[in-house]
């Protein structure tokens, strides 16, 4: 029997028993005023009381069995009735308990207070009070929580003559709620998502940290199976799993994936485990997950900063390799270059070993295009830099690209119009519009397709995400972009591993360095490469150039040298290799000047400083022991300076030269070089 049905027994008997109570009084009454002949009222009121012991024995037996406590007082608060629960509640036995007076047991002020307003109030109002807590104070001092209900009791005329109620132990059950109440907030406070599903895995709780993962409230997820927080079938199936596999093993652990209600990937790292009531029955899961959709994206972008890194430091090594192999390897070109071409000047138009020094010229040379892409591949391969207008660029090229390319191919440009001008080598730029053509065609397998040649200008902001296409770095700024884009075959992720690599190939007959020329040059020009390709659905190449201050100059070559200009004066060469040296020595002979040579910078310097006057102008190797070019060349500038000095070098120095220039650096010389460039170059910083 609940609080409720107790309360109504007690109150139905005690109406009973006022009823009877009363019917007796109006039988004395009568016996009083109509005396002892009335003997049928006699009859009937041993009747009532016959009724009347009965209803009060079974309300005595009624509430000495109920568990709650039933009460009834005076208007003074004096306990004129009570139960054994009552007196157990109090600590009290019941003969103490009948007089008692409540402020006995309401010890304190507060308390004393509170119950009188609270009997005033149902006095004034007759309206009956429910559920409310009082705190008691026990015979033994200790207090307890009591919910108490307070009703009028009336007298057999219909009069209130005092209260009463049930008095309820609620102690540990308010400890109970309180600590539910903690335990509530702190599962809002923390983190991690908290829940609870029944074993059909419908939500039955959720914590702060769950609605907030989620995107919704806790309406909207109370109630909902688990199985409708994934995007797809699969997932749901998923779900499906870790219930049964919980309910059979007791706790699963492991990665899900929920979607919130935005549609927002949420991936949760899970742990549930099987909750039992105190008999060790199954009813019901519980689950802890934690967020961690951003870890594994950092995750997933670490191990791509990882493969990013791993490649730049292997492109990095190979272009240290490939750009020492360079410097080397032109300068023993440059001596068989040289020679050849100096031993051309000294032959006869009919001689018959003319045509085997032009075989070697043509083989130098072609060694000398290798060391190029060499040097390119290693990020040192700019030679000649001026602004170049890339849309011109292209179009310039047009009759060869078309010449170059399947017949089976189509070839679409579009070229924007007024594009910012690049600081570029136009050769070099050529050769990688060249290589990503060859590449574009060769892809098509001989098949009909479409080739497109696009160029633009994008921006590069420093919020931009990282390209995943992306091979190299860009810094926030405008640049612009050569592309070439085909319809062929594509490249796996396993060509996409090693498409820069040296000589790798997917060609019969591929050879060179391709693809690695093409990444080295536009990196050498500050760019980056972005490639985006589909096995089976074509590729995209995209060359990115930072954009220059300076307006595009015409697409001009070198001015034919007069073959038979010659020079006077004296001059003064440095150079560390004694074969370059003593052929440039004798280069400048020929041209017609003396010639000072020097082993090092350092006694280029100490050449120079004797024989100023009469040295008209100097040529420098940049790498140099003791005293490099350019430390060679500040040296000399400071001693004269109006003398014009070129520098050369078997690496690209054209970030040193261009820093020279604003000194007063003459010109540079890219070896290996030939006796006609050195004496175009000679007649060129001469003014002759």
């Not at 997932?235 to 309910?247: N, Y």
Request: aromatic content about 6%; proline content about 2%.
């Amino acid at each position: 029997m609940d609080r409720k049905d107790t309360a109504e027994t007690a109150a139905q008997l005690a109406e009973e028993v006022a009823g009877l109570r009363r019917r007796l009084a109006e039988l004395e009454e009568d016996e009083r005023r109509y005396g002892a002949g009335l003997e049928r009222e006699v009859s009937r009121r041993e009747r009532a009381e016959a009724a009347l012991c009965a209803i009060e024995e079974k309300s005595r037996a009624i509430l000495s069995s109920i568990e709650d406590g039933y009460y009834e007082v005076d208007f003074r608060g004096d306990f004129t009735l009570a139960n054994e629960a009552i007196a157990r509640i109090l600590g009290y036995e019941m003969d103490e308990l009948i007089g008692m007076n409540y402020r006995q047991y309401y010890v304190h002020a507060e308390n004393i207070k509170t119950a009188f307003d609270a009997y005033n109030r149902v006095y004034q109002t007759g309206v009956p009070s429910r559920g409310v807590d009082w705190v008691v104070t026990r015979k033994d001092g200790a207090t307890r929580i009591v919910e108490v209900s307070i009703s009028l009791v009336h007298d057999g005329a219909g009069r209130p003559v005092g209260f009463r109620g049930i008095c309820r132990d609620v102690t540990e059950r308010r400890k109970t709620e309180e600590a539910l109440r903690f335990q509530a907030t702190l599962l809002n406070q923390i983190g991690d998502l908290v829940t609870a599903t029944d074993l059909d895995g419908r939500i039955t709780y959720v914590n702060a940290a769950s609605c907030h993962a989620l995107g919704r409230t806790p309406e909207q997820l109370i109630g909902q199976s688990v199985e409708s927080f994934g995007d797809d079938p699969a997932q749901g199936a998923m779900q499906r799993d870790i219930i049964e596999i919980t309910r059979n093993a007791g706790a699963w652990r492991g990665e899900v994936v929920n979607f919130a209600s935005d549609g927002r990937e949420v991936i949760l790292e899970s742990a549930t485990w099987m909750v039992r009531d105190t008999h060790g029955k199954p009813v019901g899961l519980c689950g802890v997950s934690r967020d961690i959709t951003e870890r594994k994206r950092a995750e997933e972008e670490r191990e791509k900063l990882q493969a990013q890194l791993q490649q730049a430091q292997k492109l990095e090594s190979l272009g240290v390799l490939a750009g020492g192999i360079a410097h080397d390897f032109n300068n023993l070109l440059m001596g068989i270059l040289g020679h050849a071409s100096l031993g051309m000047l000294d032959l006869e138009p009919d001689s018959p070993v003319r045509e085997n020094l032009a075989e070697i010229e043509t083989g130098a040379r072609r060694a000398a295009d290798l060391c190029r892409q060499l040097l390119a591949y290693s990020g040192k391969g700019r030679f000649v830099i001026q602004a170049v207008d890339l849309s011109a660029l292209v179009k310039e090229m047009g009759n060869l690209l078309k010449v170059s390319i399947s017949k089976k191919a189509s070839v679409h440009y579009d070229l924007a119009p007024d594009l910012p001008a690049i600081e570029a080598d136009a050769t070099q730029v050529r050769q990688v519009i060249m290589n990503l053509i060859t590449n574009a065609s060769d892809a098509l397998e001989s098949k009909e397709g479409r080739i497109a040649i696009r160029t633009g200008l994008a921006r590069r902001h420093d919020a931009a995400p990282r390209d995943t296409g992306l091979v190299g770095e860009l810094t926030p700024g405008d640049y612009v972009y050569v592309e070439v884009s085909d319809t062929g075959c594509g490249m796996s992720e396993a060509t996409r591993q090693r498409m820069f690599d040296p000589f790798y190939t997917t060609k019969f007959a591929g050879r060179g360095l391709g693809l690695a020329a093409v990444l080295g040059i536009v990196r050498g020009h500050g760019g980056a490469l972005d490639v985006r390709s589909e096995e089976g659905r074509g590729t995209t190449f995209r060359a990115f150039f930072p954009c220059s201050e300076r307006r595009a100059q015409p697409l001009t070559g070198w001015d034919a040298c007069a073959n038979d200009w010659r020079g006077s004066g004296t001059a003064l060469v440095a150079d560390d290799e004694d074969t370059v040296r003593r052929l440039a020595q004798r280069m400048l002979e020929r041209l017609g000047f003396s010639v000072y040579a020097a082993r090092d910078g350092r006694e280029a310097v100490d050449l120079f400083r004797r024989h100023r006057d009469e040295i008209r102008l100097v040529l420098l190797d940049m790498a140099m022991p003791r005293m490099d070019g350019e430390e060679a060349f500040l040296a000399i500038r400071r001693l004269h300076g109006d003398v014009p000095v070129v520098l050369s070098s078997g690496f690209d120095a054209q970030d040193a030269a261009a820093r020279l220039r604003d000194k007063g650096l003459a010109g540079f010389l890219q070896k290996p070089y030939q006796f006609s460039a050195l004496a175009e170059m000679l007649r060129r910083v001469l003014g002759e």
